[in-house]
């Protein structure tokens, strides 16, 4: 049993095989670029957006809020919102390069 499992066994991919096998076979433009890094930082951003508004989970007979916690719900808003935004960028940029490469085909 353990003879099967050796042979079946495959090696981990490296860190370095794995960016070229992801980052290689595309050329990345402008667009696809800005999508990218809007989505990094909007994804940290939504995460504090989410702690400096926070929710209350208990009031006083007044109203007034006694205790609160993270705002769950506005950071997945939020979050969902910024990877709309980054897929329409990066939509764009792929449009771009099968235009590109439409264009190169028919030279």
Do not use: R
Request: charged residues 15%.
């Amino acid at each position: 049993m353990f003879d099967e499992i050796e042979k079946a066994k495959k090696e981990l991919p490296n860190v370095s095989v794995v960016k070229k096998k992801i980052f290689n076979s595309k050329k990345q433009n402008f667009y696809q670029i800005v999508a990218i890094i809007l989505f990094i930082v909007g994804s940290f951003m939504s995460i504090l957006l989410g702690n400096m508004v926070p929710s209350c989970t208990d009031t006083n007979v007044f109203g007034q809020c006694q205790a609160t916690e993270f705002n769950i719900s506005l950071t997945l808003l939020s979050l969902a919102i910024c990877f709309l935004l980054s897929m329409f960028f990066y939509s764009i940029g792929h449009i771009i390069n099968v235009l590109e490469a439409i264009e190169h085909k028919m030279q």
